[in-house]
């Protein structure tokens, strides 16, 4: 399993486009972030090669705060063209970065208009982007939200995104397995791997309940990590998470669990 870091929660003492280097300092082959659009795809792919990392996952853009495409637009009626015009941007995003992985985000369900037409907006949706996807070898994601963070999500339960995934039966369309959103969707993480292993394409860990670096809650990260092999899991782990102190010093979780980290890195 390879351990990639999320530069919009780690390293955030730092300016943005100095979090690569520090990423791959400690240890990070990959990195992964949801809004790469704020800038050039030239200048994201020359702060990647010279610190020698590997782009995992972007995010499809999200619209204006407030709205209920802030956080994506896949899931809302009256949204189409905007997740289409959205989703053709993080494509050519994908390929210029090398990112096998695109977070497609569902979004609010807008007042007035019920889940169900929102989960036929979301298919639909879905099914347009996977004929624009075809010729790549770059996969979708769906994530469900827990209700607790974002109330108002067009998709909040994981094996609503598995159904999702399957009804489609793309093998570029699978799951984001986030471990937070899972426990504080039910828990029973687990049993959940393994009825969705054959869907899952991408995982996250954060504990839980304040969202820290494993090890800080209530979450049995080491029972985790071994359901994840046994399943045979051997894709990117994102790191999702609020450190707990500082960035570096919130990373001997990797040590304490038996996970390895490249080369000769500092320690931390």
């Known amino acids: 399993m390879k351990l990639d870091a999320n530069l919009k929660w780690l390293f955030t003492e730092l300016p943005f486009e100095a979090r690569f ?34 782009q995992v996952l972007i995010n499809t853009p999200g619209g204006p705060a407030g709205s209920p495409t802030e956080f994506g637009s896949a899931g809302v009626p009256g949204s189409e063209q905007e997740f289409r015009t959205g989703f053709l941007t993080s494509l050519d995003y994908a390929e210029r970065l090398n990112a096998r992985v695109i977070h497609v985000m569902a979004g609010n369900v807008p007042a007035g208009i019920s889940r169900r037409r929102a989960a036929a907006t979301l298919v639909s949706n879905l099914s347009w982007a ?29 094996e609503h995104a598995a159904e999702i995934a399957a009804a489609l039966n793309s093998p570029q369309l699978g799951v984001l397995f986030d471990v937070y959103h899972v426990q504080r969707g039910g828990g029973n993480i687990l049993e959940r791997i ?3 292993a054959s869907w899952i394409l991408h995982v996250q860990v954060a504990d839980s309940p304040l969202r820290h670096e494993p ?11 071994d359901e994840l092999d046994k399943i045979g899991y051997d894709r990117w782990i994102g790191c999702e998470y609020t450190p707990s102190t500082s960035t570096l010093e919130s990373l001997g979780w990797r040590e304490h669990l038996g996970l390895s980290r490249r080369g000769d890195v500092h320690n931390v």
Request: no cysteine; proline share 6%.
């Open 194 to 196: 393994r009825q969705l």
């Open 130 to 158: 996977l004929e624009q996807s075809r010729p790549s070898d770059t996969v979708l994601v769906l994530e469900a939200i827990n209700r607790f963070t974002m109330p108002n999500q067009s998709l909040d339960e994981i």
């Open 215 to 225: 090890g800080t809650g209530e979450i049995a990260y080491s029972a985790v990590f």
């Open 21 to 54: 280097e520090a990423a791959a300092n400690a240890g990070f082959e990959g990195v992964e972030y949801p809004n790469p659009y704020p800038f050039e795809a030239s200048r994201l792919r020359a702060w990647l090669d010279n610190s020698g990392l590997t």
